[in-house]
Structure formats: C-alpha cells, structure tokens
C-alpha cells in the first residue's frame, strides 16, 4: 500500500517532457560524446536513444532526448556552443507514435557485388510500397574469393499488412535477379 501511494505521489510530480531529436556532425575526435552527454545532463536532459557512428573520419548521429517543458529553451542554447566542435541541429517531435499504427517490422538482407544504384533500386521499391526505413546500414568489403567488392545491407522496414508484405518480397525477388543481388525477407518479432 506504501508503495502505490508513493508511486502516485513520484507520478503527480513529473514535470510535462519536450521531446528532441538532435541531429550531430562533426570531424571525429576522442571526447565527442562526452561533449555531448554532459550538456544534455547538466541541462536537465535525459538522453533515451541514439545512434551514432563515425565513417570516413566524420562523426555523425542522431539523438533522442527528453528534457522537463521549462528547461528546453535552456537546453537548445547550451548545445549552441559545440559549434566548431559538433554541428548540432535540434528539432521537436513527439516520441510517441501515432495512435492506432499497428506496423509489423521486418528485416531485409542484401548482399551481392557492389555497383552504383542499389540502394536507390531496393528503396524504389519499399517507397512504391509505401514502406518506411526504420534503420538502414550498409557497407562494402573485400570479396573473399573472387576478388572486386561486395555489397552488404541491412535494413528495418514497417509494413502494415501480409499482402504488403508479399508484394514486396515478390517484387524484391525479381530486383534481386535484375541486379544481381541474394535478398532475404525476416518478420521481426
């Protein structure tokens, strides 16, 4: 009983969240992060996801923080100063998804030798389906035995229904002898 009553009395006191998306770039160097995560803490920001990663030498990422409604304002001045450091864009949105998306997630896996155009053929087809690209990486690499270069992606896309989704496989399928490509369609739990 304890318990409820104080969980009630820490609900009642949390302060309405602005929700931001921070969008970061910079030349890659030790300390970037830190940078970061300290002006976010110290201005009352509580950073909930990320994804961040360093390519060719350049810094890059895309961070979700929550901060209290009064402190916001404050929170997008601080991250002004990293200028020259990091470029930061900041952005509102709302966290929450849109109520009543009921979009199953599925990965999709590709590889094949590498060529200019295959990520523009294979989102032509997720966007002539209506699919959007939750989480997109791709990379290339040495092919092992034949020499040249290989192709490698993977990619989280929403679907919202089995006709979709058999469509799309159908359509990537016959992409994938096009250009030469393996494609592997996986439901997500």
Known sequence: MAYARHARQATASIAPVTTLVLTVVGDDRVGLVKALADIVSS???NWERSHLA???GTFAGVVLVTVPDRRA????AALAPLEGLLDVAVRTTDADPAPGES???VRLELLGNDRPG???SVSGVLARHGLGVADLQTLTREAPMAGGLLFEASAVVTVDSDAALDAVRTDLE???TEILVDVA???LA
Do not use: T, W
Request: aromatic share 0%; proline share 0%.
């Open 174 to 176: 016959e992409l994938a």
């Open 54 to 56: 360093e390519l060719a």
């Open 103 to 105: 979009r199953r997630r």
């Open 185 to 187: 369609v996986v439901e």
């Open 43 to 45: 201005n009352g920001g």
């Open 118 to 120: 295959i990520v523009a």
């Open 73 to 76: 304002d404050e929170l997008r």
